[in-house]
């Protein structure tokens, strides 16, 4: 990360394609090589925004030797609340999220991202491949996708049906690397009216869950794009994080449930949020393979008797209704 020369006194561009935010507090042992990650890229056309939550150790002394980054400090309580900070001060079109543990690996990464978005107008959001490092800075194995490099996601239309039929288990993209569509983000990133009980979780998870649910189409480059840092403090946020999965599959349930009631129709659309009608999107056609996989396949991985009892109950529902 060291091994190239950057200008300390180089300024960002007044309206730059992409802002880099980078989420930290009381990190100073990992923070440079964030930071030199980022500054690493061959791509210039970036501004590099650190959230510093209200760091007591030094953090900041480390951050102010680069005249290039924008901080923007306050008093945080969790990642959403410096997140949101930053995004309130970003002026690029795309935006790209980090911690101040994790950081880039590949050096065409940016380059690469932002091509993808400026070429085809469909595509919302890019992601790439994601390696594990340990605490004192060695790599590990791949983290996502398990296949890499041979890992091939379904395109559009059909990603939309794979996260409807599977969730999120099946519809995942490293939230540490990918490349989104500025207006998108902020957007989506806000409280959910038709989901309250999202409001609770974390946004990044809440960006996920609406950026699926409105059918913006993601895709995927076989990049090693970014690294993921085990640390101290991991372990507090993962059983957070748990609880919030158990509540965005608890959404992604009661969304299912109302496509196949016929209340809501799901649709893909393109960045601009015109609705693309093609493929498996045909409203019926969408019923029909929530029902087959809601119906016919749980069939086949659990206790058929069971599975009976609950099938009745749910056929004597919907004709109740």
Same mark, same amino acid.
């Given at each position: 990360?060291?091994?190239?020369v950057?200008d &300390?006194?180089r300024?960002?561009?007044?309206?730059? %394609?992409?802002?880099?935010i980078?989420?930290?507090?009381?990190?100073?042992?990992y923070?440079?090589?964030?930071?030199?990650s980022?500054?690493?890229?061959?791509?210039?056309?970036?501004e590099?925004?650190?959230a510093d939550?209200?760091?007591?150790?030094?953090?900041?002394d480390?951050?102010?030797?680069? +005249?290039?980054?924008?901080?923007?400090?306050g008093?945080?309580s969790?990642?959403?609340e410096?997140?949101?900070r930053?995004?309130?001060? %970003?002026?690029?079109?795309?935006?790209?999220?980090?911690?101040?543990?994790?950081g880039y690996?590949?050096?065409?990464?940016?380059?690469? %991202?932002?091509?993808?978005?400026?070429?085809?107008?469909?595509?919302?959001?890019?992601?790439?491949?994601?390696?594990?490092?340990?605490?004192?800075?060695?790599?590990?194995?791949?983290?996502?996708?398990?296949?890499?490099?041979?890992?091939?996601? &379904?395109?559009k239309? +059909?990603?939309?049906?794979?996260w &409807?039929?599977?969730?999120?288990?099946?519809?995942?993209?490293?939230?540490?690397?990918?490349c989104?569509?500025?207006?998108?983000?902020?957007?989506?990133?806000?409280?959910?009216?038709?989901?309250?009980?999202?409001?609770?979780?974390?946004?990044?998870?809440?960006?996920?869950?609406?950026?699926n649910?409105? @059918?913006?189409?993601p895709?995927?480059?076989?990049i090693?794009?970014?690294? @993921?840092?085990?640390?101290?403090?991991?372990e507090?946020?993962?059983?957070?994080?748990?609880?919030?999965?158990r509540?965005y599959?608890?959404?992604?349930?009661?969304?299912?449930?109302?496509i196949?009631?016929?209340?809501?129709?799901h649709?893909?659309?393109?960045s601009?949020?015109?609705?693309?009608?093609?493929?498996?999107?045909?409203?019926?056609?969408?019923?029909?393979?929530?029902?087959?996989?809601?119906?016919?396949?749980?069939?086949?991985?659990?206790?058929?008797?069971?599975?009976?009892?609950?099938l009745?109950?749910?056929?004597?529902?919907?004709?109740?209704?």
């Amino acid at each position: 990360m060291k091994d190239f020369v950057f200008d &300390l006194d180089r300024k960002s561009p007044e309206i730059p %394609a992409i802002s880099v935010i980078c989420i930290n507090k009381n990190h100073s042992d990992y923070i440079e090589d964030t930071i030199l990650s980022v500054l690493s890229q061959n791509y210039s056309d970036f501004e590099f925004i650190i959230a510093d939550g209200g760091s007591e150790d030094s953090s900041l002394d480390v951050i102010n030797k680069y +005249k290039f980054i924008r901080l923007v400090s306050g008093k945080d309580s969790s990642r959403g609340e410096g997140l949101n900070r930053a995004l309130q001060v %970003a002026r690029g079109r795309y935006a790209m999220v980090t911690t101040s543990t994790d950081g880039y690996l590949s050096r065409e990464w940016f380059k690469s %991202a932002a091509s993808v978005l400026d070429k085809d107008p469909q595509i919302s959001l890019v992601f790439g491949a994601s390696v594990s490092m340990s605490h004192d800075g060695v790599l590990g194995a791949v983290t996502f996708p398990k296949k890499f490099p041979v890992y091939r996601p &379904l395109k559009k239309e +059909k990603w939309s049906l794979m996260w &409807l039929m599977k969730g999120i288990s099946k519809s995942y993209y490293p939230e540490l690397n990918y490349c989104v569509r500025m207006d998108i983000f902020r957007k989506l990133m806000g409280s959910s009216s038709e989901f309250p009980e999202l409001n609770k979780i974390d946004p990044i998870l809440r960006f996920h869950f609406e950026f699926n649910r409105l @059918g913006y189409i993601p895709y995927y480059l076989p990049i090693l794009a970014n690294y @993921g840092r085990t640390h101290n403090n991991q372990e507090q946020y993962s059983e957070s994080n748990n609880s919030f999965v158990r509540i965005y599959d608890k959404s992604w349930k009661k969304y299912r449930k109302s496509i196949v009631l016929g209340h809501s129709v799901h649709c893909i659309r393109e960045s601009g949020g015109k609705i693309i009608t093609q493929g498996r999107q045909h409203p019926r056609l969408m019923r029909i393979c929530l029902i087959w996989d809601m119906f016919i396949i749980k069939p086949l991985v659990i206790n058929p008797i069971i599975y009976t009892k609950w099938l009745l109950k749910k056929v004597f529902r919907l004709f109740k209704r």
